[in-house]
Structure formats: C-alpha cells, structure tokens
C-alpha cells in the first residue's frame, strides 16, 4: 500500500480526488496549505506527494523543496491550474516527477501515480551520491545541482549510462556535435577537465591513447 500526501485547498476537488485515491487502496494523508503540509511531512514518510502550488501561507513549489531534501525517495506530482512553461520548469528544476495541469482526468491521474511509482521503486541506489535528470539536462549530488552545461550534460550522462565503456573523443564528438565536421575532437578535452572541475567526486577515468569512461572508485 503507498501511502500518498495531497495539498489541495479546494474542497471539491480534495474531497474527489480523495475518493478515487482511497478507492485504489492507497493510504491518503490530506493538507490544505502548504505549512499543514511541511508539519505532515515531519511525521510519516511518504512515497507519493501531489501538490498544488497556489496554496496558502506555503506555496506547493516551497513544500515540494522541502520533499526532494527530506524524502528524496518520496515521487511528486504537481497537480496545479498553473499551465505555463515557466512554473512548470520551474517545479522540474526543483526535481518534481510529473506536472498535470487543471482541469484533469482523476482516471489519468491515477495513472501517472502508478507510474511514478513504478519508476521510484525500481530507481537504483544513487551511485557515488550521482543522479542523472534527463527532464532537465542536470546532473545533482546529493540532491544538489551542478549546474552542467547542456555539451557537459551530454558527454556525462552517455557514460554514466554504460560504466566502464571506453567512449574515444571522436564518439563523444558525435553525441555533442553530429553534424559538425569542423570542431577538433580535442575539444573534447576542455570538456572533461570542466567536467572534472565540478564533479565532487572522481569517475571519469582517462584511458590513454583511447578515450574516457566512467568508472567508480
């Protein structure tokens, strides 16, 4: 059984969805604002929270913060009427799972549940305190971003998917740049050093007169 928490201030819509989430057997903790949500938080752990954002006194982006530093392993799910791109960025950046904008489907939403869930629970361990964030081109340790640019993120995340692989400048030249034959492949190089730069922790291994990995110490 999941037990989820729910930040809604709008009673027609707590009490619906309330009613289709206990219908699926989940455990279902409701919050009003966002301060009864940040004293719910103290007290249980949870493995889902869905979150509206214009809540009173605390704003759901604020206690969705507050989540992704306490119960990283804790899906969310921002259920907002706030449809633009910035608050949806702007809750991706903070390490939401989903963003599903008012009005919506109960049917689709449980949906999403279910496969957020399915993706927290089978989520590896975090590797050297590494995670890699596809949504946002980011790399984070220990929950903190490292502010990689898009090339860095690139050339990162296609090692941190195959441990031990040998990539040669040439094939990490492809990933970041396909169609253009003009770049030297040595910039790859200034890549690396950047990337070891902001990397609190040494994985990328050099192979000499071959390329780079990524290799755990």
């Given at each position: 059984m999941a037990h989820i928490l729910y930040?809604?201030?709008?009673?027609v819509i707590r009490e619906v969805v309330c009613e289709y989430l206990l219908l699926q057997d989940y455990e279902v903790d409701l919050a009003v604002d966002g301060q009864e949500a940040l004293v719910t938080l103290t007290q249980k752990k949870y493995d889902v929270a869905i979150l509206d954002i214009m809540?009173?006194?605390?704003?759901?982006?604020?206690?969705l913060e507050v989540i992704t530093q306490t119960q990283p392993q804790c899906a969310t799910i921002?259920?907002?009427a706030l449809g633009d791109e910035?608050?949806?960025?702007?809750?991706?950046?903070?390490?939401?799972d989903d963003y599903i904008i008012k009005p919506f489907s109960p049917l689709v939403l449980l949906k999403r549940i279910?496969?957020?869930?399915?993706?927290?629970?089978?989520?590896?361990?975090?590797?050297?305190?590494?995670?890699?964030r596809q949504e946002n081109f980011q790399v984070y340790y220990n929950q903190q971003s490292l502010q990689l640019t898009v090339t860095e993120f690139l050339i990162f995340e296609a090692m941190y998917q195959h441990p031990k692989r040998v990539y040669t400048r040439n094939h990490l030249l492809e990933i970041i740049a396909p169609d253009d034959?003009?770049?030297?492949?040595?910039?790859?190089?200034?890549?690396?050093?950047?990337?070891?730069k902001k990397l609190p922790v040494e994985v990328i291994r050099t192979v000499i007169g071959m390329g780079y990995c990524y290799e755990e110490n």
């Open positions: 930040l809604e201030d709008d009673r809540v009173p006194f605390v704003s759901g982006l604020e206690v921002m259920l907002t910035s608050n949806q960025l702007e809750a991706f950046n903070r390490l939401a279910e496969a957020v869930l399915r993706r927290t629970r089978n989520k590896p361990e975090l590797t050297n305190g590494l995670e890699v034959f003009m770049v030297n492949d040595r910039v790859i190089d200034a890549h690396i050093k950047n990337l070891r």
